[in-house]
């Protein structure tokens, strides 16, 4: 079994592992996906890949949060850190807004 490019903390937070793959966050239908990179993360815009395969073509690891090996329901809230060490604040009730996606805290190293 292959490493994960992230781990599972507490009940709504991700932490990116791997540099070289992308995080595809997909939280339920009615939710826009999140990509997630080295450097941060963003609303992801384009076609979301049909399957695991497609996305590992494009250097990208899919995640759907409301998978039983995740966290197996949507979440209105979702933290993320990068492998920066900047976590990440995803509001899914503040979509649409500056609010959505913002820096919940910045580690120093």
Known sequence: MTEKPFLVSGRNT???KIRKLDLLVI????????????KGIKE????????????KQLDMEMLDV????VFGEEKTL????????????????????????KIHQENAF
């Open 14 to 16: 991700l932490i990116h």
């Open 78 to 101: 979702l933290f993320v850190q990068t492998i920066n060490g900047k976590e990440y604040k995803v509001d899914y009730s503040k979509y649409g807004t500056p609010l959505f996606i």
């Open 44 to 55: 992801f815009v384009g076609k979301v890949p049909e399957n695991k395969r497609e996305a």
């Open 27 to 38: 939280n339920g239908e009615d939710h826009p996906p999140v990509v997630v990179t080295h």
């Open 66 to 69: 409301t998978s039983i090996d």
